[in-house]
């Protein structure tokens, strides 16, 4: 069974960074597209940044100049460095990968559970 585990979350004042990780255990196919979500309760999950096997990235606008997503395809994680820090990036965060599923021979999402970030003095 895969399973992804969220490590890095916590609570960091404003202009602070923290960094982020997801590391796939089990028995995961090929891993395509990685990437990271955020939920405020209340709200609809939100994109915040993707890599793709080959290193392309893209960003949402919120975070863009702020965050870095990276990935190392030999361990099957991805890491999100989250710097400048605002109230506003106050979530839970989740990563997710976009994987070959052997059982149906297809391309399917796997989540993490999440880790809370909170911006607050």
């Known amino acids: 069974q895969v399973q992804l585990v969220e490590s890095g979350g916590g609570l960091v004042q404003p202009g602070g960074s923290l960094r982020l990780s997801c590391a796939a255990s089990?028995?995961?196919?090929?891993?395509?597209?990685m990437g990271w979500y955020r939920q405020v309760a209340g709200k609809e999950r939100e994109f915040v940044a993707r890599i793709t096997r080959g290193g392309s990235t893209n960003y949402s606008d919120s975070v863009k100049g702020r965050f870095t997503i990276s990935r190392d395809n030999a361990k099957n994680t991805v890491s999100l460095q989250m710097n400048s820090l605002k109230p506003e990036d106050t979530a839970v965060y989740y990563c997710?990968?976009?994987?070959?599923?052997?059982?149906?021979?297809?391309?399917?999402?796997?989540w993490g559970q999440g880790t809370q970030v909170t911006v607050s003095s």
């Open positions: 997710k990968m976009y994987a070959y599923y052997a059982p149906t021979s297809s391309l399917r999402d796997y």
């Open positions: 089990g028995s995961i196919g090929n891993i395509y597209d």
